[in-house]
């Protein structure tokens, strides 16, 4: 069986946790939907096989002197197909002033072994995760809930600094509201429930939300007009994955279903990410502590017989898992090789797309796809108008020559000087501007120059502006070599009386006395 979702997170805190009777009471709840009866777990056994008319269950209980570890899988056949088979597995464990941490995990796949396609089967969470989540505090470093959470004006900069936040590890679903109506075209509260332990989702109070988040994230991060965004989990100066957006016109347009079905669809493609990450606990931890705790008891009697016997049991396992995982790589070379053919078909269309686009506002989406520095400063002028970012042709040149090897970086730098600089410096908005130059961008942002070096590389650090001469005193940066392709510069200063950012350089660090 391969694994297609998977949900961890933690119950309580090291202070105030529920009983682990308590959890396990909601766990026989979901359970008895399938089974159709109440299992009392503390009158088990170590281990328990259990079968029923349509399913079986598999109960693990190890009680060890720190904590206490249980697990339970069930197994049934799909309800079209009785060949094909699912099993979800719930692992908890217990230990003192710790938290219950909790892994959810389903996988499917045929009975009888033979490589062959998948069954045509949905993707769809256990009732189980939602059913916890509104018993317990469940959280994954910041609270699961099975309600979106609404996104007001005054909340705007709190979800800002969630979305960058590098301690994040689910990501955020917005859910905008339309430009006419104020309301959202999908249904937020069935989009939280479905993805539960999967994403944090959040829907906009009315259009306003869009239009202040656009002056704190700018417009490539934004979200607006009906439309959705996955912004996945942003660790500072890491060059993350395109944020996927659904467009109104996607949600709407040639297939009326797909917004009242796109829950599902979010589902599926969360799930497939799900997967690869980590849990506290596993069934295959559970299953092998209590492996070593057997042998140890059978060694202090003394009883190498039947320690034999239970690796030999072991091993027959590990090569049945052996097999599986053959199987599992043969179908995935087989889905790459697939995927590599629709990858190169689906980049001709996407170049065909945007040589045709020529309405950066329709596009909705910048694509990070710059070749160079001057790809992404030309990109930016095309988005933001003078009156916020002036780039000056000093500059420019300076990006045309500039070898820097992310120009998207760059890309962002300015946008954070469109967006959040420009806001603190207008007094519309109270920032850290150290901090937030790092979380978005991942440049180092400094709000002085040294004079000295000004009054010696004078050429490098003032430029003329509507007949003045103006000192470059900001700058962000990053990286120290001497080799273009790793170091990075822009230079601006603060236009005050027209609420506008000049820049002045872009290119490889400015002169300094020890270069």
């Known amino acids: 069986m391969k694994t297609i979702y998977h949900a961890s997170f933690s119950i309580g805190t090291s202070e105030e946790k529920p009983k682990l009777e308590e959890v396990l009471t909601v766990l026989d709840k979901w359970l008895s939907r399938r089974i159709r009866k109440s299992i009392a777990f503390q009158e088990l056994g170590e281990e328990s096989d259990l079968s029923f008319p349509d399913a079986s269950v598999n109960v693990v209980k190890l009680n060890q002197e720190d904590r206490s570890l249980f697990s339970l899988a069930l197994e049934h056949a799909d309800r079209e197909d009785p060949d094909f088979k699912w099993r979800t597995v719930f692992c908890l464990k217990d230990e003192e002033l710790e938290p219950h941490k909790v892994s959810v995990k389903v996988s499917n796949g045929w009975a009888d072994g033979i490589l062959r396609p998948d069954a045509d089967y949905k993707v769809s969470r256990p009732l189980l995760v939602p059913m916890l989540a ?10 699961i809930k099975t309600e979106p959470q609404v996104v007001t004006i005054k909340d705007v900069r709190g979800f800002a600094d969630l979305l960058f936040e590098p301690n994040r590890t689910l990501p955020l679903v917005f859910i905008s509201c339309t430009n006419f109506s104020d309301r959202p075209i999908v249904d937020p509260k069935q989009i939280a429930d479905t993805l539960t332990g999967l994403a944090h989702v959040f829907v906009a109070r009315d259009r306003f939300t869009s239009f202040k988040m656009e002056d704190i994230i700018g417009k490539s991060m934004n979200c607006y007009n009906g439309a959705v ?10 060059k993350e994955s395109i944020h996927p957006l659904f467009s109104p016109q996607g949600l709407t347009g040639r297939n009326t279903m797909r917004g009242q079905l796109f829950h599902s669809e979010l589902l599926e493609k969360l799930a497939k990410y799900s997967i690869s990450r980590r849990s506290e606990i596993s069934y295959e931890d559970i299953l092998r502590l209590k492996l070593e705790n057997k042998v140890a008891q059978l060694a202090e009697q003394r009883e190498f017989g039947e320690i034999a016997e239970v690796y030999s049991q072991e091993n027959e396992k590990l090569q049945k898992e052996i097999e599986a995982f053959k199987k599992s790589e043969r179908e995935l ?39 160079t520095v001057k790809d992404a400063v030309e990109a930016f002028k095309q988005i933001y108008s003078e009156d916020r970012v002036l780039i000056l042709g000093r500059a420019e040149a300076g990006a045309k020559n500039c070898l820097y090897e992310d120009p998207k970086q760059v890309f962002q730098g300015l946008e954070w000087l469109a967006t959040t600089y420009r806001s603190v410096k207008s007094g519309e908005l109270r920032e850290d501007l150290i901090e937030s130059c790092f979380k978005q961008t991942g440049l180092h942002y400094k709000p002085n120059q040294s004079p000295s070096t000004m009054g010696r590389f004078e050429n490098e650090y003032f430029v003329t502006y509507e007949g003045q001469r103006r000192a470059l005193s900001e ?20 236009d005050k009386p027209k609420n506008k950012v000049v820049v002045g350089f872009i290119g490889q660090h400015q002169s300094t006395d020890a270069t």
């Open 229 to 238: 965004r996955i912004y996945w989990p942003i660790k500072p100066g890491q």
């Open 333 to 371: 070379l087989e889905k790459v090789q697939s995927l590599e053919v629709r990858v190169s078909h689906l980049q001709q269309v996407l170049d065909s797309a945007k040589e045709e686009s020529t309405d950066v506002e329709e596009a909705s989406l910048v694509i990070y796809d710059f070749k």
């Open 134 to 143: 509104q018993s317990f505090d469940c959280h994954n470093a910041y609270p």
């Open 475 to 494: 700058h962000m940066r990053k990286g120290n070599s001497k080799d273009p392709r790793y170091t990075i510069s822009i230079a601006f200063f603060y």
